[in-house]
């Protein structure tokens, strides 16, 4: 096409900055990333024996509460260590 810049020898704008490099600025990023993914490694021991003994009428419930905590604590803890 005639009259339109050409983009050869350019080189690209400058990104903003990436969410992932926006929050390991913030103070409380590493230590809500540690607890996460320790808690990731820790909540499944809890599973057995709650299942196993039972917590009466609201086994299910706490089992729930438990599994949706897993899956905070993986998303909390995703990126810990990562460079």
Do not use: N
Not at 62 to 71: D, E, S
Request: positive net charge; proline residues 11%; aromatic residues 8%.
């Amino acid at each position: 096409m005639t009259g339109s810049p050409s983009t050869v020898g350019r080189s690209p704008p400058a990104e903003a900055e990436s969410p992932t490099q926006a929050s390991s600025s913030l103070p409380l990023t590493r230590p809500i990333r540690w607890l996460g993914f320790w808690a990731a490694i820790v909540l499944p021991a809890v599973y057995l024996p709650v299942l196993s003994l039972g917590i009466g009428t609201h086994t299910g419930a706490v089992f729930l509460g438990l599994l949706g905590c897993q899956l905070l604590a993986l998303l909390a803890g995703h990126h810990y260590k990562r460079p």
